[in-house]
């Protein structure tokens, strides 16, 4: 059995993460449509690295389970019945005013500075999608100069009084009340109608998210009916692929070797690197105080390169060869053969791999089904308020409410108009307050109207773009998404557009490895023909070579940049830690009159440490070479004055300086400002001694404690290798001060050497047997899993996922949202009229009222 290192095991890799995913122009304008074509742009994008080593992240598999969960639960909501395309398109077109703008000024622009001025010039032409607004404003400011007239002191202001009572006919009372009736019944009816509008917008959620969850699932787990076996049983096909023909544990000894001798090998790699990282980290983590004070750490800058090259030689040596499917095999094998061997692989699976980032990432919130339960609570919610029905709900007792009083007033009117000689005061009460309401209720629903009005026109122009993309539109509109389709990279994208995404058969299921294409010496060929005809040729070259390639000297340990590296490391940090000489110190005013005492200046140059000391030979530069302690700068300086001791137990003494000269009195008080810039250093306490924690006892382990026995059949076992079950080991964040900092760094060259040797013991372990059993596993665990994975990579089940989306965002989604614009125009309309005949019928009863009074 063949299996992969533990995944908690990191690359060995010191650098910083880089980006796992490259953003294309490609990529950015198919999310903008949507995030299903985006798997044809990432179909095309160049292989990248994962930061980590590793293929299908923690994150890739949950999302698997959580869109197979998704689909359960969204598509048993989703509406089953077929949406009558062309009507909602023709609705769709209707919303915008017939001409998509959006969609004619991409095709009629070269680049997307034009595109953009010819959108806003477009668009000026389009403002009847904010028609509401406008008539709400300009009924907001005729209310303002109307509404006074209702007040009983403002009387005379009214136009058209009459002189004596005016008598109503039974006809017309009829009339009025049929009026009435008519005007209440439609508001109660425009207002209800939104609700289905709001039906279809659900509608639209629900069909979404069972197409966004099922083009995930699809993507991630496969579906049977289309014969796509899944990214993520891709992956871990390719995944398996690439470190069986890479230098990591599963080709060098898992192929060959028991599961546990594989472990073996990556635990030795992995506490390798993790003790390397150990000690960059505790370079990279040097206070910042030290260049605060003027100091530098040559230490630092001397085992940095040196450390590098151990980190290079280790990703390039046998060991990390077994360990790792992503390191060089430069020093192992045939280095050009083997990386063209491997780099056919990563072809063929970085699409895969960028897929299923891509979908992750598009989709992620959708198949958080907790989440989307809860949004959609809002919408039709069970036990939760249903907030985004508020505003019909309002709408829709405000028309009640205002019905009513409609209803009330011209009723009062037909019965009880007069009362004996005089006038009910009812009816125009009723009525002033009906015109009132109406009026604010017709604006509010207009401002709402506008704001409809912009959302349907900018969604229905995304989706009539969405419902009409082909390859010639693609094409036609790349100018204007600054895309250029002739370049021979973006060949592929027109083809799984073609053939994928809107093909002319929704019916087909077209294999990818026949569309994408890889161009080597300038000559194309599809992945099929790469995979199948080069991949098998290689490995039969390369494999039949192999011995000789294993015959040469593997050992890390013994090699010159691990024996400089811990050479270096036998000078104490402190040592090395000294004054900064790129800083300005005779112009500085703090220091510049050390340099005018000859003792002082030659002293000048010193490291943070007490006694002078001696730098080992292989340190650049300084080696050999003697460098001034603290203490030697203080004896120079106490020359001036009294070293006083009692202050401190260690050397970074300061003086007092006695009465002398001014010039050198200035000397001694820079040499004490020089003094106490030192015991600033010396004081912190924040030096990284970050450690390895026991996975027995939990407190501190040491990497210098491991030892390592041999058993009968050769194989040797670890004990306090600080490794835990899984095969990692955990960081114990620590901080001390100096002089503890200097014996944790100095304690890295027994670290080092002993996790090398181990390496140097587990390559010698674990390689002698490759040659005998790698050519029969190879066919079983290599070749026959690529031809499997060549005919189950097709994209047929793109196309319907699609059209899915289109039909539930716009069809159903856009086109309810349009209905709720259509159904408070009609609501606001109608309030408006009813503005009209409450105001006439108020002026006639409450004209008859005021007249009859002043007649009696």
Request: net charge negative; charged share 20%; hydrophobic share 45%.
């Amino acid at each position: 059995e063949v299996r992969a290192p533990p995944p908690a095991q990191p690359h060995i890799d010191l650098a910083k993460e880089s980006p796992a995913m490259v953003t294309t122009p490609v990529r950015r304008m198919l999310l903008g449509v949507l995030g299903a074509a985006s798997l044809a742009a990432a179909a095309i994008t160049p292989p990248v690295a994962d930061a980590d080593g590793t293929w299908i992240s923690d994150a890739n598999r949950q999302a698997a389970i959580d869109a197979d969960r998704a689909v359960m639960v969204y598509c048993a909501e989703a509406p089953q019945d077929e949406v009558d395309r062309t009507a909602a398109y023709d609705t769709l077109l209707g919303a915008i005013g017939g001409e998509n703008i959006v969609v004619t000024a991409m095709t009629e622009s070269a680049d997307s500075e034009e595109f953009g001025t010819k959108v806003v010039e477009k668009a000026q032409g389009s403002a009847g999608s904010a028609a509401g607004m406008v008539v709400a404003v300009l009924a907001l400011i005729w209310w303002l100069f109307c509404c006074w007239t209702a007040c009983p002191c403002c009387r005379c202001c009214r136009v058209c009084q009459a002189f004596t009572p005016k008598r109503t006919s039974k006809g017309i009372k009829c009339a009025v009340v049929a009026v009435g009736v008519v005007l209440g019944l439609g508001l109660v009816i425009s207002a209800s109608y939104a609700y289905s509008g709001f039906n279809g917008v659900v509608e639209g959620l629900d069909s979404v998210a069972c197409s966004g969850a099922s083009l995930v699932n699809t993507t991630m787990n496969g579906q049977e009916s289309s014969k796509f076996i899944g990214m993520l049983p891709l992956l871990d096909t390719f995944r398996g692929l690439e470190m069986s023909l890479g230098v990591n544990a599963q080709f060098f000894t898992g192929i060959r070797s028991s599961v546990d001798k594989t472990k073996g090998i990556s635990n030795s790699v992995y506490l390798a690197a993790q003790t390397l990282r150990l000690l960059k980290d505790a370079l990279d983590g040097m206070p910042a105080q030290i260049k605060a004070n003027k100091h530098k750490c040559q230490f630092c800058e001397v085992l940095a390169p040196e450390l590098e090259s151990v980190v290079g030689i280790l990703e390039g040596g046998v060991g990390a060869a077994l360990d790792s499917a992503r390191v060089e095999v430069d020093k192992q094998l045939n280095q050009e053969a083997a990386e063209k061997l491997q780099k056919t692989i990563r072809d063929a699976a970085a699409p895969l791999k960028e897929i299923t980032q891509v979908i992750q990432d598009t989709f992620g919130s959708i198949i958080d089904t907790e989440k989307f339960m809860e949004l959609r609570g809002h919408f039709e919610g069970e036990g939760q308020p249903e907030t985004a029905k508020v505003p019909l709900n309002v709408f829709i007792v405000d028309s009640v409410l205002l019905s009513v009083c409609v209803l009330f007033a011209v009723v009062w009117f037909l019965l009880r108009e007069r009362v004996g000689e005089g006038y009910s005061r009812g009816p125009h009460r009723l009525a002033c307050c009906s015109w009132c309401c109406a009026w604010g209720f017709g604006i509010l629903m207009f401002l709402f109207v506008g704001i409809l009005g912009i959302i349907s026109f900018v969604t229905s122009s995304a989706c009539l773009f969405m419902a009409d993309l082909d390859v010639p539109l693609l094409e036609a509109v790349a100018p204007a998404l600054n895309m250029d389709l002739s370049k021979p990279e973006m060949k592929d994208v027109t083809s799984i557009f073609g053939q994928c995404i809107v093909p002319e058969d929704i019916n087909a299921n077209p294999a990818l490895m026949d569309i994408l294409t890889v161009t080597e010496d300038g000559i194309t060929k599809t992945l099929r023909q790469k995979i199948q005809g080069e991949v098998k040729d290689q490995i039969d070259a390369k494999f039949n070579d192999l011995d000789a390639k294993l015959a040469g000297n593997n050992n890390i340990s013994t090699s010159p940049e691990v024996v400089n590296m811990v050479a270096t490391m036998k000078n104490p940090i402190d040592m090395l830690t000294v004054v900064d000489l790129s800083v300005d110190w005779k112009s500085d005013p703090d220091f510049q009159a050390l340099f005018t005492q000859d003792s002082l200046a030659a002293a000048f140059f010193s490291s943070v440490r007490c006694p002078n000391a001696t730098v080992g030979p292989t340190v650049p530069e300084v080696g050999n070479k003697t460098i001034p302690g603290i203490d030697n700068f203080v004896t120079a300086l106490a020359v001036f004055g009294v070293r006083n001791t009692a202050l401190r137990a260690d050397c970074a003494d300061q003086v007092v300086c006695a009465l002398l000269p001014a010039s050198e009195n200035a000397a001694c008080e820079a040499g004490n400002r020089f003094v106490r810039l030192k015991q600033a250093i010396l004081d912190l306490t924040n030096f990284p001694c970050d450690a390895f924690e026991d996975p027995v006892s939990g407190s501190i382990c040491d990497i210098r404690d491991m030892t390592g026995t041999s058993s009968a059949s050769g194989e040797t076992t670890y004990t306090n290798d600080c490794l835990f079950s899984d095969g990692t080991v955990r960081r114990r964040a620590k901080t001390c001060n100096l002089m503890e900092f200097v014996a944790h760094m100095q304690a890295f060259e027994v670290r080092i050497d002993k996790t090398m040797t181990r390496l140097d013991a587990s390559v010698g372990e674990y390689a002698s047997s490759i040659s005998v059993d790698m050519k029969g596993l190879v066919q079983q665990y290599l070749l026959d899993p690529l031809d499997r994975v060549v005919d189950g990579l097709t994209c047929g089940f793109l196309a319907g996922n699609y059209q899915s989306v289109v039909d539930g965002f716009c069809y159903r989604g856009v086109v309810g949202l349009i209905g709720i614009h259509s159904a408070w125009t009609w609501c606001g309309s109608i309030a408006f009229l009813t503005v009209l005949a409450m105001y006439a019928l108020w002026r006639r009863a409450i004209d008859n009222v005021n007249t009859n009074a002043g007649a009696a």
